[in-house]
C-alpha cells in the first residue's frame, strides 16, 4: 500500500462532517470507492500524526471495524489546523504542485509549511490591497 495523502485529506473532511459528539460508537468512516482495510490503514496513519484521535486508544492498539467501515474519534486540534490550512482547493492543489516540483517529500509537515506559506502570502496580499483600497 502506498500512503495517499488525497485519501488522508478526504478523511479528514469526512471526520469533521460526521463525527457526532458523545456518540460512543466513534465515527464510522467510509470512504466510496475505496477498501476498508486502506482507510483504516490511512486513519492509522492520521493517529500517528496526531490528526486523528483512535477511539480505542486505551483498550486496542488498532481501529476497530464495522460492518462497513472504520470507527475513529475525533479530529484532533492539529487535525483540524491542518484542515483549515488545505480546506481550499486551490491551496491544497498549490501545495501539492509546489512539494512535487521541488522534490519535497509529501508528508504533513511538509504540507503544512507550504500551505502555510501560501496562505501567509495570500494574507499579506489581501492586507496590502486592502490598505491600499482605503487610502
Given at each position: 500500500?502506498?500512503?495517499?495523502?488525497?485519501?488522508?485529506?478526504?478523511?479528514?473532511?469526512?471526520?469533521?462532517d460526521?463525527?457526532?459528539p458523545r456518540?460512543?460508537?466513534?465515527?464510522?468512516?467510509?470512504?466510496?470507492?475505496?477498501?476498508?482495510?486502506?482507510?483504516?490503514?490511512?486513519?492509522?496513519?492520521?493517529?500517528?500524526?496526531?490528526?486523528?484521535?483512535?477511539?480505542?486508544?486505551?483498550?486496542a492498539?488498532y481501529l476497530?471495524?464495522?460492518?462497513?467501515?472504520?470507527?475513529?474519534?475525533?479530529?484532533?486540534?492539529?487535525?483540524?489546523?491542518?484542515?483549515?490550512?488545505?480546506?481550499?482547493?486551490?491551496t491544497?492543489?498549490?501545495?501539492?504542485?509546489?512539494?512535487?516540483?521541488?522534490?519535497?517529500?509529501?508528508?504533513?509537515?511538509?504540507?503544512?509549511?507550504?500551505?502555510?506559506?501560501?496562505i501567509?502570502?495570500?494574507t499579506?496580499?489581501?492586507?496590502?490591497?486592502?490598505?491600499?483600497q482605503?487610502?
Amino acid at each position: 500500500m502506498k500512503r495517499d495523502m488525497d485519501l488522508m485529506r478526504t478523511i479528514l473532511f469526512f471526520v469533521e462532517d460526521n463525527y457526532v459528539p458523545r456518540d460512543f460508537a466513534g465515527c464510522n468512516v467510509v470512504i466510496d470507492g475505496v477498501d476498508t482495510h486502506v482507510v483504516r490503514e490511512h486513519c492509522n496513519l492520521l493517529i500517528e500524526d496526531g490528526l486523528l484521535n483512535n477511539l480505542n486508544s486505551k483498550t486496542a492498539k488498532y481501529l476497530t471495524m464495522s460492518h462497513n467501515g472504520v470507527c475513529v474519534g475525533n479530529l484532533t486540534n492539529k487535525g483540524y489546523d491542518l484542515l483549515d490550512m488545505i480546506r481550499q482547493d486551490t491551496t491544497w492543489n498549490k501545495t501539492k504542485d509546489i512539494i512535487l516540483k521541488k522534490g519535497l517529500p509529501l508528508i504533513p509537515k511538509t504540507i503544512e509549511a507550504i500551505a502555510s506559506t501560501i496562505i501567509k502570502s495570500a494574507t499579506e496580499g489581501a492586507v496590502t490591497a486592502y490598505l491600499k483600497q482605503r487610502n
